[in-house]
């Protein structure tokens, strides 16, 4: 069985079973590597499927600071899912029938902006049922 997370806009991921490590290849997007207090664009991030937030691709990139506008709360990474566009990021992973899993994450609005004025939707994916949730920072 195959579960799919799709995240409109968040800052580290991780999903956890009992007695198991992270389910999510690289959660807080640790794997690319920048100099502190920037930024940068990238159209591929390893373990993610980034899109725009439609489901085409998109052609400016997942936005990738490094405790810049906000600091990362794990590690130096976190991702801006509303810098030229709304994007969207997605990851599959192996689950067992029966097993809980808990998928948590960290989300804020993005700097100067209305307080409480941007969200995001976590969707999972279980062969043709989906459970979609909404939140608001």
């Known amino acids: ?16 079973a009992s007695a198991a ?16 207090g920037t ?5 591929s991030v ?23 506008a906000g600091t990362a ?6 991702i801006e899912l509303d810098g030229y566009e709304n994007d969207m990021i997605k990851q599959s992973f ?4 029966g097993k809980e899993y808990e998928i948590s994450f960290w989300f804020a609005d993005r700097a100067g902006v209305k307080p409480g004025s941007e969200g995001f939707v976590a969707t999972v994916k279980s062969g043709g049922s989906n459970a979609s949730t909404s939140f608001n920072a």
């Open 46 to 68: 390893p373990g993610w499927t980034v899109t725009k937030a439609n489901g085409q691709a998109t052609s400016t990139g997942l936005e990738i600071r490094d405790n810049i």
């Open 21 to 36: 490590g992270n389910l999510f290849l690289d959660g807080s997007f640790e794997s690319i590597v920048q100099a502190p």
């Open 94 to 97: 192996a689950t067992t029938v």
């Open 39 to 43: 930024w940068n664009t990238y159209t």
């Open 1 to 16: 069985m195959k579960k799919i997370i799709a995240l409109a806009a968040l800052a580290a991921i991780s999903a956890t």
């Open 73 to 78: 709360e794990d590690g130096h990474n976190f």
